[in-house]
Structure formats: C-alpha cells, structure tokens
C-alpha cells in the first residue's frame, strides 16, 4: 500500500489540513483538466472539515464551478434526514459557496428502495463521469474509518465487498448503527480514484489505522482494501 501519514494535534488542525489537500489538488486539476471530481463520506468527524471546505478564499480559492461533489456512501433516508451524509455537507459547506446546484449529485434516496438507488446512482455517476465499461475517475475520495475497519458503508463479510463491476451497491441495515440501509462504492470504484483520504480521530481508531497501515491482522478489514493507484493519506487527529 501506498500510503503517508500525517499526525496532527487535535481534530482542527487535521481538518485544516485535510481541507488545504483537497484545495490543492482540486486547483491542479482544474489546472490541467478543467474539473475536480470528489466523493465525500459522512459521520460525525468531516464536519470540521467541510466548514473549512467552505472557507477556502484568497490565493488558494477553490474553482467550485469546476468542481463535482458525489459521496462514498450514504444512508437510505431523505434528504432532509438528520442521518443524512448530504445534510450533513449541504449544511457545514454546500450551502456556503458558490456551487452550481448541477455540480452537486447526492445518492437519489427517494428511489423506492436501497437496491434502486444504488442502481440509480451508479447511472448518475456515469452520466456525469463517462459511461465507459472501467470505473469512475475520482481526483480525490475522502474516507472515514469505523471502529470495525469498514469503510464508506463496505463492512468487514458483507457481500458488498465482492463486487468487481458494479460501481455502487446496496447494503442492508443488519448489524449497523443507525439500523438504516445504505448506498456505497464499491471498493473497485475506490480503487479507481486517482487518491483516497482518510481523516480519523479517536484513540481505538487511531490504534486500528496503525494496524492497518503495519499491515498486521487487517487482510479482511475494508479500509486495508482501499489502494488507489496514486495512494492514499491518513490524516489522524491525535
């Protein structure tokens, strides 16, 4: 795995830094090609993170017009939902720049159920990113990391981690916590992004990223799975 690690002081100056990453490889992107495609994951630890997303001005200002904002996974719930991942970016960050509203693709949650909306995204993401018969070309996916090792919503033994052509899939809510369903990349679709970003905190989480990271014990851990071709960073807020 290739991967660095950056040990910050505390969940701010992480998310400063995650957020000043993402800056800047969004300004080469739009440098070179005209766009930055990022996926984005929820839970209670981006939230810094995203504010800080949102605060980005000055030299090092990001494009958001030439930016496009999809997620890692999201629970199977409305919009308006306090579970959900989008309303958790729409409110901490979407919400504060200036974003075109078509440059912003949200799971469609209001598909009849997980199933179809993990379908319906899949479509979503090729309309946007190009039908091709590989997988999604994301800049830049940022991860979190579950006290289990799952990641995105690929948790350790679900099928879902089995999956070698589909871009998206269901998972179904056994097991979890909140017990809702979700909709997820699927770890070749990860795999394909050019770098993956993981920002975690808490002191079993950052006990577990060493493991990871070592290489001990975590073959089956989905977050040990996770490789994409340009590397990945662990940001971990101490």
Same mark, same amino acid.
């Given at each position: 795995?290739? $991967?660095? @690690? ?52 000055? !030299?090092?200002?990001? !494009? ?51 199933? $179809? ?23 830049? @996916? ?18 879902? %981690? ?34 993956? %970003?993981? %920002? ?39």
């Amino acid at each position: 795995m290739s $991967a660095t @690690v950056q040990l910050l002081t505390g969940l701010e100056e992480a998310s400063r830094f995650a957020a000043d990453y993402t800056a800047k490889l969004a300004r080469q992107a739009v440098q070179d090609r005209g766009v930055f495609y990022l996926a984005v994951s929820g839970g209670a630890t981006p939230r810094r993170y995203f504010e800080m997303l949102a605060a980005q001005s000055g !030299a090092g200002a990001i !494009a958001w017009d030439k930016c496009h904002i999809f997620w890692a996974d999201e629970r199977f719930v409305p919009h308006d939902d306090a579970l959900s991942n989008y309303l958790l970016a729409k409110q901490a960050w979407l919400a504060r720049i200036a974003i075109p509203a078509a440059n912003i693709h949200p799971v469609p949650t209001n598909e009849p159920d997980p199933q $179809a909306a993990a379908e319906a995204y899949e479509t979503l993401l090729r309309q946007v990113m190009g039908a091709g018969g590989d997988f999604p070309r994301f800049d830049l @996916v940022h991860l979190g990391l579950g006290s289990d090792g799952h990641t995105a919503s690929l948790f350790p033994g679900d099928p879902a %981690l089995l999956e070698k052509t589909r871009w998206t899939a269901s998972v179904p809510m056994a097991g979890l916590k909140p017990k809702v369903p979700r909709i997820t990349l699927t770890l070749p679709a990860l795999n394909a992004a050019e770098r993956a %970003l993981f %920002l975690i905190s808490g002191e079993y989480k950052i006990a577990l990223a060493e493991r990871i990271l070592s290489g001990r014990e975590t073959a089956s851990l989905p977050a040990a799975m996770v490789a994409p071709k340009g590397g990945t960073v662990w940001v971990v807020a101490q």
